[in-house]
Each structure stands twice: as C-alpha cells, then as structure tokens.
C-alpha cells in the first residue's frame, strides 16, 4: 500500500503538503519509537516520498477518467488512520507516573453520640419505652357503646328537646337509662361475673328508669304526644339484653319492632305537618338498631364479663375510673380462718350419721288422737300451708292501688274513657269529624258513639262493646280480649293487634272495609243478609309459606276439624 501512494505521481501539491503536515504533528518522541507496539510487531519507520517536480503546466485534468483520483483519495486516508491508530496504541502503552489520578479522599466517618457523649450522659440515657398491647375486643366494648350514645341516641335527644313538653321530659328519662347502662357495661370490663343475686343488685338503677320512664307513660295519656311516649316505654325494655343469654340481639330486634307500631303512627300523623316528628321516631329506630349491632360485635352470646376483680359492695356500679382500673383488692387474711371449728363441725356430723338405727331413737310416736284422718277435730284449725298473715294482709293492698277511679272526659279534640267497670251507658254525643275516643282499660261496659269521628281506639280493655254510626279513618284495638264491635254506616279500615277475641258486625255500607290483623285470634266478621240475620266469616289465623325461586309465596290454611 505505501508503494502505491508513493509511486502514484498525480498527487496533488496540496494534499501532499496537508499529509506531511499530519505525520509532522503526529511525529512521535525518541522514546515512543523504541517502544514495541502492542500487537508485537516492529514499527517500521515512515518513508517519506520524495516530491516530484511538478510541471509548469497542470496535467489536463479533463482527461483524466473520474474513478482514479477517488480511489487515491480513499487510499490517503487509510494510510492517515493507520498511522494514527499506531500513535494511540503506543501511546496508551507507555507508562505515565506523573499523570497517576490522585487518590480520593474519602469522607471521615460518622461519630456516633455515644462515643461524643460523657459516661454520665449515656447511663442518664433512658431505655426506648415498650409500645402499649393492642386493646382487647372486650376493652373495645365500652367504646363501642359510648359510640352509641355520641351517635345515634345524642341525636334523638336533641331533638326531643326540639319538640319540648312531655317528649323532653321523656327524653331525659332514657338518657338516665343509657347512662346507667353503660357504668354496667363498664364495670363487666373491669369484674369477674357475680352471682345472680349480686346481679339483680347491681342491675337495679337500669331496671328503676326503664320502670320510671312506663310510668310517665301512663301519667300523661292525655298528652298530645302519646304516641311518642309510647313508642319509647314499649321498646325501652330492649336494654334488659345484659340479663339475656345466647341471643341478646334478637331480644333487642324484637323490642323495636314492638315500638314500630307506634313509630309508624307517629310518622302517619307528622309526616306532612312536621318533618322533626319524623325524624325524632327515625333516629330511635336508629339507636336500638346501633344497638342491635354493637351486641351482634361485642356480646353476641350474652353480655362478656372480662374483669378479674370483685363486685363492688354498693348496690349501683360506679362510675367509670379516669384514671384506669381500680387498684386490686385487699389479700385475704388467711389467720382468720378457723379451719379447726370446721373440721369438728363435720366430725360431728358425721358421727350421727354413722349412728345406724340408733338415729329414730329421739323421734316422738305419733299416736292417732294426733292424726287429722282418725280425729276430725283437729280439721277445724288452720292448715299448715295457708300463707302468714303479712302475706295476706299485702293482696288487699295490692289490689286496692290497681283500682283506679273512673274516667269520662273530652280534652280538646279528644275523648277519653278510662278504668270504666260493668258501665253499659257510656255515650258519646255531639261528636266532631275530626274527634279522636280512646278507650282504656274498661271491662264489661259498653261504648255508643253518635256522629262521625276521625277514629276510635280500645286499648287494654276486656269484654266491651262498641256501637258508632261512622268513621273517618279507623278504628283499632289493641291488647284487648272479647270484644264486640257493630257499624251503622261505613268504616274504611278496622286494626286489629295483640286481641284474642274480636267479633265485627258490618252494615251493607262498610262492605268495603279493609281488616288488618296482626298477633290476634279468634277474629270474625258478620255480614249482613237481607232477612236482617247475619252470615259469620271467620279470618284465618293459620298460614302456608313455600319458598318459590328468590321470593316466598303464603297461603291461608283451613282448619279439616
């Protein structure tokens, strides 16, 4: 390759010049020419090529086919890179002690504190506290429950004082009731579970305000608010759970719907005149259902008793600690047993026992003048099991405070007739359409209502009778047994709750009538015939429930007896 580029004698002046430039630059030191390549071969040193005298005149170059001096160019600068790998090559050979890269200076390492620190300063240091145990699901329980009271109950209450009047007095009542509640749930958190006795005792503030709060009930049904209270003194039992085993919260579901019935009355009558009234039953029906799932999570078999300490003397649980668990109570004095008295006592025992039939010897014989079926006077005194005269003495006195004084009376729009005993003239006249009669607790009367009211109730009563011309929306019973109802004109709707007993005579004009039953028996309806007789229809109280796909069909099912 070197002899073609020096014989080539059409090299230009100038690239000739621009090579010896390059190879004058590139020229290597006296020492790198003595050094051995890296690929073990000799380096041969550069010839130069002598210049050739150029002629005055340039060669034509029109002549000159275009493939040479493209060729010879390419060949110039292979013999350039060449010579330039060979410089680099000998160049990363040599060795270079002056271009040695300083070492680097590497950062000092970290002082720990304790090696900083004075032997005084580091036995001061005080060990890394001992993170708190995960609270326990039974610690979790009172929080669970204040959670409902916060919630749910907080609100009922404010709105019950929104409403005012008998309702806010009410209010107050159950407040007291969930209070006492919780310093019960508290105190299981913190005791082992006492005996039944010990139980009762400490049960004793819950079971005084759920009787105070049935009480109220029954001082004010007068009031316009009688619905609300009773839809609370029906369903405020649910807090008797803590007494029940194995399935507290179906106890509490069926405490709601108890109350549901006058919820529902509630929402009936304020639905459209005040949006509070609705709001107020929902946000009870709301705590007993809270209620209802705090058990299902906390105390689904009964309530869980998870202290280990010892009833509290008092008969009321004490308030909550602020400060924690209560100190643990005094070591048993084991001196003060007399374990000696003891064991005589049983020696002793057992000595009679083991007398054999020596033990009949201090019995009395039982002569016959001393027996009642062979001396019948001795059948004239007292017999032994008749109860001590306190006992008897008490009944009477029982009995006289359940007697209450009759009541016949009209407050505003609505009549009321109370305790009425074996009275068959009670008549109400002059009556309104929109006059509301309640009847309670009456036996053995019977009840003429002339005109046309809004709706008529019998609560509580026993053997009565109702005779009315027409209503406007319904009439009810409830809690009622043997009882007889007769329409002259027309009744759109009869209820009929918790009755044993209910015989409805209908007039051609309340054929239409619709019966809602529910918790009854011994339901019938007479229809009138033409003759003047009537035609008895009995309403099943026996039911068929087949499960057809996803829903559920019910049929009635008739008595073959």
Known sequence: MFSCCRATPRTGKKEKKSIEDAEKIEEPTKDDKQEPQLNGKQEVPPVEAEPSKEPDN????????????????????????????????????????????????????????????PPTAEAETPPPPTPPPPPSSSSMSVPGFEDIVAGPLSQYLSLSAKIGGDVAQHAELVKSAFGSQLQYVTLATQIAQPVQPKQAELLKPTSTQISAIQDFREKHRSSPFFNHLSAISESIPALGWVCVEKTPGPYVKEMNDAGQFYTNRVLKEWKEKD?????????????????????????????????????????????????????????????????????????????????????????????????????????????????????????????????????????????????????????????????????????????????????????????????????????????????????????????IDKTDGCQMYLSKDSLGVEIVNSKSSEMNILLPQDNGDYTELALPEQYKTTIAGKTLKTVCVDSLG
Not at 73 to 98: G, K, Y
Not at 314 to 334: E, N, S, T, V
Not at 399 to 411: G, N, S
Request: hydrophobic residues 35%.
């Open 58 to 117: 340039p060669p034509d170059t029109d002549n000159v086919p275009e493939a040479k001096p493209t060729t010879e160019h390419l060949e110039s600068i292979c013999e350039r890179l060449e010579n330039l790998v060979d410089r680099l090559e000998r160049t990363l050979a040599a060795p270079h002690p002056q271009s040695q890269p300083p070492t680097p200076i590497l950062p000092p390492p970290p002082v720990e504190v304790e090696d900083v620190l």
């Open 275 to 495: 949006a509070t009234h609705v709001e107020w039953a929902r946000s009870w029906i709301q705590t007993l259902t809270e209620l209802q799932a705090y058990i299902r999570q906390y105390h689904t078999t009964g309530l869980v008793w998870s202290g280990k300490g010892a009833a509290p003397a008092g008969g009321a649980p004490p308030p909550p600690p602020p400060g924690g668990l209560p100190p643990p109570p005094p070591p048993l004095d084991l001196n003060a047993l007399k374990l000696d008295s003891a064991g005589d006592d049983r020696s002793a025992l057992f000595a009679q026992i083991n007398q054999g039939a020596d033990i009949t010897k201090n019995l009395k014989k039982v002569t016959g003048d001393m027996q009642t079926h062979k001396n019948p006077s001795l059948r004239s005194g007292p017999a032994p099991f008749k109860a001590p005269a306190q006992y008897g003495s008490a009944a009477p006195v029982a009995a006289a405070a359940a007697a209450k004084e009759p009541v016949f009376t009209r407050d505003g729009k609505k009549w009321i007739i109370e305790y009425q005993k074996n009275n068959t003239g009670l008549l109400v006249e002059n009556a309104e359409m929109n006059n509301v009669v309640y009847v309670f607790r009456c036996e053995g009367s019977t009840l003429t209502v002339k005109g046309k009211v809004n709706n008529i109730v019998l609560d509580s009563c026993k053997k009565c009778s109702l005779l009315f011309d027409s209503v406007v929306a319904s009439v009810e019973f409830v809690n009622c047994q043997s009882v007889q109802m007769q329409v002259l004109g027309s009744v759109p709707t009869v209820s």
